[in-house]
Nanobody
Framework: QVQLVESGGGLVQAGGSLRLSCVAS????????MGWFRQAPGKEREFVAA????????YYADSVKGRFTISSDDVKNTMYLQMNSLKPEDTAVYYC?????????????????WGRGTQVTVSS
């Protein structure tokens, strides 16, 4: 059974940093994309970043490019999202997701496996 467990959220001032972690278990993830989505209050869930487990392919949403870094640790079965220069508009619940995919329209679609989410709040 696939399990994804996030941690690392919290309250931070604008301009600050946080690092999210997602521990994955239950099967091998090496052949799938792993990634992060987020959902702000009153908004739809949106793609943030994705990678292949070996880190060869990495993608970011335009809104976080240059500020966020996604990475993985194969030994620890953990994926990270380093978030720097945080803005109030980054406030959301951040979800770890597995088996996401990119369609012919280049939009990312989530896979079936989700963590419970971790709250990130950025104050102005």
């Amino acid at each position: 059974q696939v399990q994804l467990v996030e941690s690392g959220g919290g309250l931070v001032q604008a301009g600050g940093s946080l690092r999210l972690s997602c521990v994955a278990s239950g099967r091998s993830f090496s052949k799938h994309f792993m990634g992060w989505f987020r959902q702000a209050p009153g908004k739809e869930r949106e793609f943030v970043a994705a990678l292949t487990w070996n880190g060869f392919w990495i993608y970011y949403a335009d809104s976080v490019k240059g500020r966020f870094t996604i990475s993985s640790d194969d030994v620890k079965n953990t994926m990270y999202l380093q978030m720097n220069s945080l803005k109030p508009e980054d406030t959301a619940v951040y979800y770890c997701n597995s088996d996401l995919s990119r369609g012919p329209d280049l939009l990312w679609r989530p896979g079936p496996y989700w963590g419970r989410g971790t709250q990130v709040t950025v104050s102005s």
